[in-house]
């Protein structure tokens, strides 16, 4: 098999997906599974829906477009602000997207109008992680235009935390989203269908038992994909961290000092390391480098560290035995490292062929 690869199992992303989907079924909660780290991958987002998420998200429209293209049939949310640029392919494409500004959301009904579609669009407030988001006192004004505009349909509300500042969600920043919910339906008579609540860091608060109030959505990517809440990388109790591997070849194995030789300037990347005199190791070299994945977010196996990388290698220390040319070593990805290695056009994308089901199998 042609390497480097990730190898995905599809049962445990299945298994991860359904047990979300279930715990939080228990608060009132539906999932739109995240689609962005898989590249819009057809058999990870099959797999999604038939774990039961009630719809797909994707920050990208090409994402979109290519899961369509597949045959995968889903509501589909662009969970990224469209560019104005594109509003066409979004209202053909995404059935709803996540909204912040008026101008996007004008050319959007525009967009509808040219192809007698409705838009679904969702609003998203800034509640303090400072990335996208209306501030909460505009809200009104942005609800109330949405609302008189043609070819859309306002669907809700959400938010976003923990991504640009590590904001956690918690009581008070949930209970000020119910309620701008609850003020917009008194204010404007609309039902606000959808409160989207957040992404995988909202999962501890979500499960703690608090009241969710009006929140029934959450966008989760990483969690399924990865088996870890994101406020501290932990394992989520019940999941697998370990649906998707990174798989790469070696290339040279050999005894070398740790020391290097001679006078010592810049590295590639420009730093200027510092080393170790530890006498000699058995220093290996596989065939990946930081154009495929990002190597600080790579767990190696037992008895392998990770020393240095470059653009295309990968250089390692295996403590316990000399390694053969040609062998493969298998290593666990944090967020960063999966979504660069899924991105690589070097990297093949390979689902292990035993968890792929027929579409409409019932599993469990
Ligand atoms: C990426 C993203 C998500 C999913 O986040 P995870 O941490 O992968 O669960 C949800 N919402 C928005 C707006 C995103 O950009």
């Not at 058999?43 to 429209?61: F, Q």
């Not at 640009?164 to 969600?169: A, E, H």
Request: net charge negative; with cysteine; proline share 5%.
């Amino acid at each position: 098999m042609s390497a480097p690869r990730l190898e995905i199992d599809l049962d445990k992303i299945f298994h991860n997906a359904r047990t979300l989907v279930e715990r939080l079924a228990d608060c009132g909660i539906s999932v739109t599974g995240v689609t962005k780290a898989a590249l819009g991958s057809p058999d990870i987002a099959a797999t999604l829906l038939r774990a039961g998420v009630s719809g797909l998200g994707d920050s990208r429209i090409e994402n979109i477009e290519t899961m369509r293209s597949a045959g995968v049939s889903a509501p589909f949310t662009l969970i990224r602000s469209p560019m104005l640029s594109q509003t066409d392919e979004v209202v053909r494409n995404a059935g709803v997207s996540l909204n912040t500004e008026i101008d996007v959301i004008r050319e959007l009904s525009r967009a509808g109008q040219r192809a007698g579609r409705v838009h679904g669009i969702v609003l998203m407030v800034e509640l303090g992680d400072l990335r996208e988001g209306i501030m909460p006192e505009d809200l009104p004004k942005v609800v109330g235009e949405t609302l008189c505009l043609p070819n859309l349909v306002f669907k809700g509300i959400g938010c976003n935390l923990a991504c640009r500042s590590g904001v956690s969600p918690d009581a008070e920043n949930m209970a000020e989203l119910s309620a701008l919910a609850v003020a917009i339906e008194t204010e404007f008579g609309a039902t606000v269908e959808v409160v989207s609540g957040g992404n995988s860091a909202n999962l501890a608060w979500a499960l703690s038992g608090a009241d969710t109030g009006r929140i029934n959505d959450l966008r989760l990517g990483e969690s399924v994909l990865l088996g870890r809440e994101t406020l501290h990388r932990e394992p989520i109790d019940g999941l697998h961290t370990d649906a998707i591997a990174l798989v790469a070849e070696v290339i040279e194995s050999k005894s070398k000092p740790t020391q290097p030789r001679g006078e010592i300037a810049q590295t590639a990347f420009g730093e200027t390391p510092t080393a170790i005199d530890r006498g000699s190791i058995s220093q290996v070299i596989l065939a990946i480098g930081i154009q495929d994945t990002d190597p600080d977010g790579l767990s190696p196996p037992h008895g392998i560290e990770i020393l240095a990388a470059s653009s295309d290698h990968l250089i390692v220390e295996s403590r316990d035995a000399r390694v053969a040319i040609g062998a493969e070593m298998k290593f666990q990805l944090n967020y960063s490292a999966l979504v660069r290695a899924m991105t690589s056009p070097f990297v093949q994308n390979v689902v292990k062929p035993e968890t792929r089901r027929p579409a409409g199998f019932a599993q469990d």
